[in-house]
């Protein structure tokens, strides 16, 4: 039971299905334990922890009358997936497999008994035996929705494959004949220097190439203007054309609603449909739950609420460096020539 949301994102409590899925790596120690290798053998295991296994939640604020995960006070009792990893010294670590699992994000305005709400998406870490993780940070995951529909249906209903970079799925699929790529919702230049070397600027020292929220797009990108990847290329150059004409420096809103409208006009599976009112209400949803992802992940990377987070500055990309240079025929857009 559940169906109680937070900015959008439902709140996680006892009674809840919510989840953390396949935090990776967990490395426990695994026996065989022998002298050639005292310990056992250091194995990565994929660890999950379940919101049913909620321990020190809200005392009055209930959700199907179980307590709800809030900041600072709650944990899970116990995490699974790392049981084989039972040699003496368990977690590499913390010396613990099966440990609990902790919250470290949560709402920045929507509190439970004074204190802010856990909602899906809020990254948790887990295997603990004390406040030291034996795992990387990972989103907290149970349901997001827009109106009546639930985004995860959504989302599939229509072929949106929402993904971290580092998670690719693109290549297997296709469109018109032309494989798809996996495309950042919002472009890696307002937030990094360097591409390659995953490195961000001052404020966004959190995001990440590989871990940015992506979708997948018709390609080739930059190779060619016309399909739907290459058309929300072209939307970026103009993006940034305006943006140095008018001497403006970008903002995280602007960017997002920018990078939405791009989406929403060129995404091969979000064109609406004369007449098709079911198709259209799911269109709309699935536009609304993909910027509830974004704006939900940029919350977490800068450690603001909302507003605060839309207003924040973010690097004004430059085309020497951080634009491909297209093929020989290729046209560009006439306001990429103000700031060459």
């Known amino acids: 039971m559940g169906d109680v949301y937070a900015n959008g994102l439902e709140i996680s409590g006892k009674a809840v299905n919510a989840r953390t899925i396949a935090v990776f790596p967990d490395t426990c120690f695994t026996p065989p334990e022998n002298p050639a290798t005292p310990p056992g053998v250091p194995v ?12 020190k939640g809200t005392g009055t604020v209930k959700i199907g009358g179980q307590t709800v995960n809030i900041k600072n006070k709650s944990d899970l009792s116990r995490t699974s997936g790392t049981e084989a990893g039972c040699a003496a010294k368990k977690g590499i670590i913390t010396s613990k497999n099966m440990g609990k699992e902790y919250f470290h994000s949560w709402s920045n305005d929507v509190k439970f008994d004074g204190e802010p709400v856990i909602r899906m998406s809020d990254l948790a870490t887990n295997n603990h035996a004390s406040p030291q993780s034996n795992t990387v940070t990972w989103p907290h995951v149970a349901k997001l929705k827009s109106g009546r529909f639930n985004c995860e249906q959504v989302l599939n209903d229509l072929k949106i494959h929402l993904h971290k970079h ?55 990108g930059h190779a060619n203007p016309n399909s739907t990847h290459g058309k929300k290329t072209m939307a970026q150059f103009a993006l940034v054309a305006d943006l140095k004409e008018s001497d403006t420096q970008p903002t995280l809103g602007k960017v997002i609603d920018s990078e939405m409208e791009s989406i ?30 974004v704006e939900n992940y940029f919350e977490w990377v800068t450690g603001k609420n909302k507003k605060d987070m839309r207003e924040t500055e973010c690097r004004m990309p430059q085309p020497s460096t951080d634009f491909p240079t297209p093929p020989s025929g290729v046209r560009l857009p006439g306001t990429v020539t103000t700031f060459r």
């Open 166 to 220: 580092e998670d690719n799925p693109c290549g297997s699929m296709s469109h018109n004949g032309q494989q798809l790529q996996s495309e950042h919702m919002c472009m890696n230049a307002f937030f990094q220097n360097n591409r390659a070397q995953d490195t961000s600027i001052k404020g966004f020292e959190k995001y990440s190439c590989k871990g940015a929220p992506c979708i997948c797009m018709q390609g080739p």
């Open 264 to 293: 929403k006009a060129n995404h091969e599976n979000l064109q609406p449909r004369p007449g098709d009112r079911q198709h259209n209400a799911k269109v709309k949803a699935a536009l609304d739950c993909l910027k509830q992802v």
């Open 44 to 55: 990565p295991y994929p660890s999950f922890g379940f919101a049913s296994e909620t321990e």
